[in-house]
């Protein structure tokens, strides 16, 4: 599911994703579904062809919920593009939230 929501977040189909890594459409597919479980090199493959880091793949998900995992994807693409102190404060901000109503962070 991880491979599906930072595939679209991108704006690549599985077959451009297939030609970015040298695999087939059927692979991707398969991979996305669970069906197969990549090997490193394949995993390597599609980190760069993904443009993520390689533990992007192996982040606790709470249940996979692929809504989740989508928003997670958008969370670091968004994150990547601010500086160093715009990211201090959305990293205190995303902390906040997750404090919850009434706690501290």
């Known amino acids: 599911m991880r491979i ?8 690549l ?10 695999r087939s459409p059927d692979a991707i597919s398969n991979l996305e579904r669970g069906v197969s ?16 880091p390689l533990a992007e793949f192996f982040v606790d998900e709470k249940g996979d919920d692929p809504r989740r995992a989508e928003a997670m994807a958008r969370l ?21 939230l997750a404090a919850g109503p009434g706690k501290q962070a």
């Open 76 to 96: 670091n693409d968004a994150a990547r593009q601010l500086d160093n102190k715009m990211l201090a404060t959305a990293a205190a901000i995303v902390e906040l």
């Open 4 to 11: 599906k929501a930072i595939r679209n977040r991108r704006g």
């Open 37 to 52: 479980l990549p090997g490193y090199d394949t995993l390597d493959l599609l980190a760069q062809g993904l443009g993520v």
């Open 13 to 22: 189909s599985q077959e451009a994703l297939a030609a970015l890594i040298d």
